[in-house]
Structures are given as structure tokens and as C-alpha cells.
Nanobody, 124 residues
Framework: QVQLVESGGGLVQAGGSLRLSCAFS????????MGWFRQAPGKEREFVAA????????YYGDSVKGRFTISRDNAENTVYLQMNSLKPEDTAVYYC?????????????????WGQGTQVTVSS
């Protein structure tokens, strides 16, 4: 059974950095397209970043381009989200997600498995 567990969230000042990790278990992560999404209170879950199986292709939401970097280590069954120059509007619960078939996707409805989320709070 596939499981995803996020870690690395916390409280950081504006302009700071955090690195989120998503530990993948149950199968080989190399079989999956991986994504990060976030959800702020009262808002819909939005796309943050996605990465192809072999890391060749990456995609980012407009609000995080140039500040966030998604990466993966298939040998370690882990995907990462490096977040730099954080802003208060980045405050949200961040979720890791896995998509088994098809192609890389920016749509939350296309993902098959989800983690429980990790809270990121950016103070001004």
C-alpha cells in the first residue's frame, strides 16, 4: 500500500527558507509522477510543483516560480520541495501527492495518493 509522509514544515520569517520532504513507501517512487500542493484556510488546494519520474521535467505554479524547487531522489524514495524567499502568502498546509499513470499533471484531481500534510507558517 502506497503511503506518503511529509515533514519539514514549521514557522519561518518572511524571506527565510524551508525544505519539505515527502517519504514514499509501499512501491518504488520511480513509477510515479510526484507533486506538491498547498491549501490555505478558506481556500482551495492549489498546485505548487510537479516533477516527472526521471526528474527531466518540472512544473511550478506561477506564485512560486523562481523561489521554490522540486526534486526527487528515487534511490531514497523521497521527493523534496526547497522553498526560498518565503512570503506570508505561502502560509498553508503543504501536501505531497503521487500520480501512477498518464503523464505529469498540474491538477489535483489527477493524483492517486496523498500525504497528510505539513504546516508551513510564514510570519511577516
Amino acid at each position: 500500500q502506497v503511503q506518503l509522509v511529509e515533514s519539514g514544515g514549521g514557522l519561518v520569517q518572511a524571506g527565510g527558507s524551508l525544505r519539505l520532504s515527502c517519504a514514499f513507501s509501499g512501491r518504488s517512487i520511480s513509477l510515479y509522477f510526484m507533486g506538491w500542493f498547498r491549501q490555505a484556510p478558506g481556500k482551495e488546494r492549489e498546485f505548487v510543483a510537479a516533477i516527472s519520474r526521471s526528474s527531466v521535467n518540472t512544473y511550478y505554479g506561477d506564485s512560486v516560480k523562481g523561489r521554490f524547487t522540486i526534486s526527487r531522489d528515487n534511490a531514497e524514495n523521497t521527493v523534496y520541495l526547497q522553498m526560498n524567499s518565503l512570503k506570508p502568502e505561502d502560509t498553508a498546509v503543504y501536501y505531497c501527492a503521487a500520480r501512477a499513470i498518464g503523464t505529469i499533471s498540474l491538477s489535483r484531481d489527477q493524483y492517486d495518493y496523498w500525504g497528510q500534510g505539513t504546516q508551513v507558517t510564514v510570519s511577516s
